[in-house]
């Protein structure tokens, strides 16, 4: 921290007057950062205050002596502790060149900084008070905005104001020790600012501690007053490690959602009533999801870019970023918080996976291997146009079911069944294969598989298959129009699928022995960029559309190596 530039000590100042300049400076800003320091705390104790009193006895809001003391706690007495301070400060300044010093001051007045450790301990009740009443009672909440709007607020909210006096120490001890740094070794103010420095530092390190405590404390308060739902989540303990909006994936739709980390729970929050995204938008929470219970994992495929899944025993979904930074960034923070929280209850000797009471596994998680015992990511209506078990065409008719304990989308067909599910602890509708592994009576399920019509597709190989060498959507040319399909490029052949879990392929060409060529638009009856064909003199020529250059260059590449037989 340095006071002032050298620029601004005059080339014509002997090395003297050039340190008492500094020193000076440093003063100055001491009284003028102190000024706008008490004119915060009177925005407090006088006008935030009066506008209360004023406000209770017209009838407007009703506050009695207790709650008006639970927000104010001790701050008068901090005001009127800087005022008297303020006040020998300017006074000094008006003096320097007779008493150039304020070490002295800095000495009287360091005893009274004991008050702040009652401050910071009422700080929390006095922040939760006022979130309490804005949150429940519109007269208050109309109040405090009003309040706020006012010029000489600058555009702060009142949780600023309280939270300046815990950061003013820190401040003074920077100020002290630059001016300790600047002071000659004989000048009568070393002492005094040698011993208000010791005592401002441990004050400093006590607010310091503080802050982040006071800091975290204000998120969770910014974070409760947006919820709608009841609940102090400013628990002891409990910190926020991240929020932010991601894409959702629902049975039929993409929903954004707001999701608020905390280093023990992930909060799954909706809009309210048309609320916006962002500051002063109201939620209200869909899932709590403690974090020791969940797991990360990433799809296989996924109708949007930049997904992953959130898996937990009541609940998984499956999640969106905007871009594949943000996606990593999220994973990365919720796996740490996962590992974080699982050995919290393993020091506390609370976690055990088997009735028998052993210990824990290593990760300490569910299994999703076990049917039914953890919530499955349902499969999205648009990943699959056929049932995932018999492969017939879903119609008007025959619509999608999806398997409780699985996720997958089936026909009506081949889920007849209900079976008793752990996680969720009743029966629900579940597709034959899983009543099967569940140990259900496979009989009746095996009579209506026979009447069951074969799938529609040329080959029956999944849409989406671990062993493949490349995989996603591109737009084929059909006659003057184009159609979006899933492509798939396994066996030296090339296959697509109306969506990503098609079990039955729409189409195949086997690719050795056909001729790759990239086609400019315009040719081949083209109206875009990025195509490419595969042809045979004898066979019907295929022509792609990717979606980008690098997708173009990506796909040419593999159906190269394919035709070559090189894959």
């Known amino acids: 921290l340095e006071a002032e530039p050298e620029e601004s000590c005059s080339s014509e100042m002997t090395p003297a007057e050039k340190a008492n300049f500094k020193l000076f400076k440093i003063a100055e800003e001491l009284m003028t950062t102190e000024d706008t320091y008490v004119c915060g705390l009177e925005l407090l104790v ?7 009193e004023e406000a209770n006895k017209e009838g407007r809001c009703k506050l009695d002596g207790d709650t008006m003391k639970k927000i104010f706690s001790i701050l008068p007495e901090i005001y ?50 006022i979130a309490d009443l804005t949150k429940h ?26 939270l300046e006096p815990v950061q003013r120490i820190p401040r003074y001890k920077l100020l002290l020790v630059d001016y300790l740094k600047k002071l000659p070794q004989d000048s009568e103010d070393l002492p005094d600012t040698e011993k208000a420095l010791v005592l401002v530092s441990a004050a400093a390190d006590h607010a310091n501690g503080m802050m982040k405590e006071l800091e975290n404390f204000t998120q969770m308060m910014l974070v409760q007053t947006s919820l709608v739902d009841k609940g102090n989540f400013a628990q002891p303990g409990r910190s926020l490690v991240r929020h932010g909006i991601l894409m959702k994936s629902s049975r039929k739709s993409f929903q954004q959602r707001h ?110 291997q076990q049917l039914g015992m953890v919530a499955p990511v349902w499969v999205h209506d648009q990943s699959t146009s056929m049932c995932m078990d018999c492969a017939d065409t879903f119609t008007v008719l025959r619509r999608r079911h999806h398997c409780r304990c699985c996720g997958k989308v089936v026909c009506s067909n081949c889920s007849t069944n209900t079976i008793y599910l752990e996680y969720c602890k009743r029966k629900e ?17 095996a009579k209506k598989k026979q009447k069951k019509t074969e799938g529609p597709g040329v080959r029956e190989i999944k849409g989406y298959d671990v062993d493949s060498n490349l995989t996603g959507y ?3 040319k059909s006659g003057r129009s184009w159609k979006r399909y899933w492509f798939q490029v396994k066996d030296l052949a090339l296959f697509w699928y109306k969506a990503p879990e098609d079990v039955v392929a729409t189409g195949n060409q086997p690719l050795p022995g056909l001729t ?52």
């Open 46 to 52: 006088i006008d935030l205050r009066q506008a209360l």
């Open 80 to 129: 009127g502790i800087h005022l008297k301070m303020l006040k020998e400060l300017k006074e000094r300044l008006g003096q320097w060149e007779t008493k150039q010093r304020i070490g002295d001051i800095m000495l009287s007045f360091a005893p009274f900084l004991k008050v702040y450790a009652n401050f910071t301990l009422n700080f929390e009740q006095a922040i939760q008070t």
């Open 429 to 445: 509708r579940v597709c034959d294969s899983c009543y099967t592994k569940l140990g259900g009576d496979v009989s009746k399920t």
């Open 259 to 368: 999701f608020f980390l905390f280093n023990d729970i992930l909060l799954h929050c909706a809009p309210v009533n048309g609320s916006p995204f962002g500051e002063g938008g109201l939620y209200k929470i869909r899932d709590r999801l403690p974090v020791y219970d969940l797991q990360l994992d990433e799809p296989l495929v996924s109708p949007l870019p930049n997904s992953f899944m959130v898996i937990s025993v009541h609940r998984s979904i499956c999640l969106a970023a905007n871009s594949e930074d943000e996606k990593r960034e999220w994973m990365g923070v919720l796996q740490e918080c996962i590992k974080e929280a699982r050995q919290r209850i393993q020091n506390m000797h609370r976690a055990s996976l088997d009735a028998n009471g052993e210990g824990a596994e290593a990760d300490g998680g569910p299994s999703t």
């Open 474 to 476: 591109l737009q084929l």
């Open 137 to 162: 009672d519109k007269k208050f909440h109309a109040l405090i905005k009003a309040f706020e709007s006012q010029p000489k607020c600058r555009m702060l909210g009142i949780a600023h104001f309280m």
């Open 516 to 567: 790759l060529e990239l086609v400019k638009k315009g040719n081949d009856g083209t109206d875009r960029e990025y195509c490419f064909k595969v042809f045979h003199k004898n066979v019907t020529t295929l022509v792609f559309s990717a979606d980008s250059e690098d997708e173009q260059d990506r796909w040419m590449k593999v159906l190269g190596d394919a035709i070559s037989g090189n894959l």
